[in-house]
């Protein structure tokens, strides 16, 4: 049965060699080698202007699905480095810039790639952010937070139901820089703690927690305005 779910502290460092990973660790996707096979036609839909836009089943659609969610993030962080917030340091700002440049690649990335295969691409989506200040340090780090920790879980839930080998490896990488931007995110609201890799995140044997697609969108759907059903991943 399917459902339609309407989704409509003080300044911290980071040393020079982990600053300069997070900068190149984005470098390179945009070139990866990625081709798109065929898809059918009845696994992931969004709701656009009341009407079903279906997103395609299989690779595709899962590839559909972690491009709405690298929209959200590049949103996010364009508005970030749009507007810094009051009192930002020097080291925040290069690292808010960076995420920024990585998240704008991931996106522009799923979007060329699935473009080249299929006509089937999703829209350009609406986004809110009715509780986040962007002039508030602890609004922004919690925001990015939650968004870093749920895009890890994300992809890590997703990958399950990816059959083809190639797209699994660029995944793979991907996810490893969002674990990357997780953990920076973490250290900046607690320096020299833990938490970069925090029970809350990392089980008791070692791995990334991972989320199935109805949880994640419990989760990021407050910022996602449109609307979005997914038949056959556990979205109901």
Request: glycine share 8%; net charge negative; hydrophobic share 40%.
């Amino acid at each position: 049965m399917k459902k339609t779910i309407h989704v409509s502290n003080q300044g911290a460092t980071l040393d020079t060699s982990r600053r300069n990973f997070l900068k190149l660790s984005g470098v390179g996707l945009a070139m990866a080698g990625f081709t798109l096979i065929g898809c059918d036609d009845d696994d992931i839909e969004i709701i656009e202007n009341n009407q079903i836009f279906d997103l395609g089943s299989g690779d595709v659609g899962v590839l559909n699905y972690a491009y709405a969610l690298e929209q959200l993030e590049a949103d996010f962080y364009t508005k970030v480095v749009n507007n810094f917030y009051t009192g930002i340091s020097s080291v925040e700002k290069e690292i808010f810039t960076d995420l920024y440049h990585h998240e704008v690649v991931h996106r522009d990335f799923f979007k060329a790639a699935i473009s080249s295969a299929t006509q089937n691409v999703l829209p350009t989506l609406d986004f809110q952010y009715p509780n986040v200040n962007f002039s508030d340090r602890n609004s922004v780090l919690a925001t990015a937070k939650a968004l870093e920790d749920t895009g890890v879980a994300a992809y890590n839930g997703a990958g399950k139901y990816i059959t083809n080998a190639a797209y699994l490896v660029i995944a793979g990488k991907i996810v490893s820089v969002e674990a990357r931007h997780a953990s920076a995110i973490r250290n900046l609201i607690n320096p020299g703690s833990a938490d970069f890799s925090g029970d809350d995140v990392v089980d008791a044997n070692g791995l990334d927690l991972a989320k199935e697609p109805k949880d994640v969108v419990t989760a990021a759907g407050g910022f996602i305005k449109t609307k979005f059903t997914w038949k056959e991943r556990g979205i109901n």
